[in-house]
C-alpha cells in the first residue's frame, strides 16, 4: 500500500505526496521505492498512487523512473565511441555540450515530449540551420539507446517535424577554378622562393586529395620511381581539437595516386630543399617517415595554414574566391573536362560509391558547355 504524506510546499501550500514499493534490487538485494509529489488534493495521490502499483504490477515501470536525458546520454556515449573515428566523437562532444543538453539535458528522459523535441529543434534551426538537422539525429540516437534500455517505449524524435531551409535565390558560387584561373594562381606563387608552398598547392591541384590527406603525407608515401603518391592516412581534429592522425574514412580512402612528371619533378626539389633546411634547423630529414610538408619544428602543420595562405593570394590578387577544398572540385573538373570517366574520377578522389562523385563534382564548364552546343548544331544540322 501507498503512504500518503501532507506537507507545505515552498508558497506555504498545502500539498500531498506518497511513497510506493516497487520491490528488491535484483543486484543489490536492496528495497527500492519511488516517491512522488506535488498533488493537491489528498484523492488525487490516492489515484496516482493506485495508477502507479497497477504499473508496478503488470510490470511497466523501469527502475529508472527519475533517469534525466543527461544521464542517458552518459550511458550511451561509451558505446557510441566504439562505432566511429576518434574525429567523429569529438565533434559530437561539442554538439552535446553548446547545444542538446542545454535544450533537453535536465528533462526526465520518460517525461520528454514530442513538443519538448520540436521547440529545441525549432530553436536549434533558427540559431543554425545548417546544424540543426545533426543535432535531431544525435538526440535520435540517444532516445533510441533510451528505448534499448527499456527506459522509454517510444522515441519523441520520430513525431518531430524537421524545418527545411527554403532555398535562396540566385546561383551559388562554383568552388573552383577553370584551368585559366588555376594558371593564374600559381604565376603568384615564386617556387623557388615558396617552394615547399608551391609544391603544397600542386599536389592539391594535380592529385586532387584532401587537406588532411596532404598534411599527413610521408617521404616514404612518395614512389619516385613509379611515380605514385600513396594516402593511408588524414591529419584530423581529435578531442578540445588536438590535431591526431587517423585512418582514411572509409575502404576507398587508401589509394595510390599516378602522378605527372611535373608534380614529380617539383616534389624532388622541394625533398633536397628541405634536406638543407632543416638541416640548419638541427633535424636530419632523410628517413620515410619525415613529413613532406611541416612546420619548422619538424612538426604536422596546422590545418588552417593551407586556407591561410591561399586566402592572402586571393586576396592580394583579386582573384575568384574558393576554399582549399576548391582544389579537390577544380581537380574533378579538370579530370571530366579532359574526358574522364565517372568510375575513373571517382577511383582517383577515394569516393566509397559513384552517387558521391556524381552529386559533389559533375561540374561543367563554360567550354563545355560550348563544346555541346557545337555537338548538337553539328549533329541536327538545320
Known sequence: MASIKKYKNKDNKIRYSFQVYLGL??????????????????????????????????GDLKKQTNIKFLDVYKEWFPSYKNTVRVSTWAKSIGMFKNHILPSLGNKKIEAIKPNDVQIAVNKWF?????????????????????MKQEYISKNPCKMVTLPRRK???????????????????????????????????RVLAFTGIRRG???????????????TLRVNKTLTQGVKGKQILQAPKTRKGRRTIILDKLTIKYLKEWHMKQRKLFLRYGFNTINKSQLVFTTNNNTHKSLNTPGKWLSKIIKDHNLKNITVHGFRHTHASALFAAGASIKEVQERLGHEDVQTTMNIYTHVTNNQNKDAVKKLTNYLNF
Open 25 to 58: 534490487d535484483k543486484q543489490t538485494g536492496k528495497k527500492m521505492r519511488t516517491t512522488r509529489r506535488g498533488f493537491k488534493t489528498k484523492k488525487e495521490a490516492n489515484l496516482g498512487a493506485s495508477k502507479l502499483e497497477i504499473q508496478i504490477a503488470q
Open 126 to 146: 533558427k540559431f543554425a540551420p545548417n546544424n540543426s538537422k545533426k543535432w535531431y539525429y544525435y538526440s535520435s540516437m540517444v532516445f533510441d539507446y533510451a
Open 167 to 201: 532555398p535562396a535565390s540566385g546561383d551559388k558560387p562554383a568552388n573552383f577554378w577553370t584551368k585559366n584561373q588555376l594558371i593564374e594562381f600559381f604565376k603568384y606563387i615564386d617556387k623557388d622562393q615558396n617552394t615547399e608552398k608551391f609544391t603544397l598547392f
Open 213 to 227: 590527406e596532404c598534411l599527413a603525407l610521408t617521404w616514404g608515401d612518395i614512389n619516385f620511381n613509379e611515380n
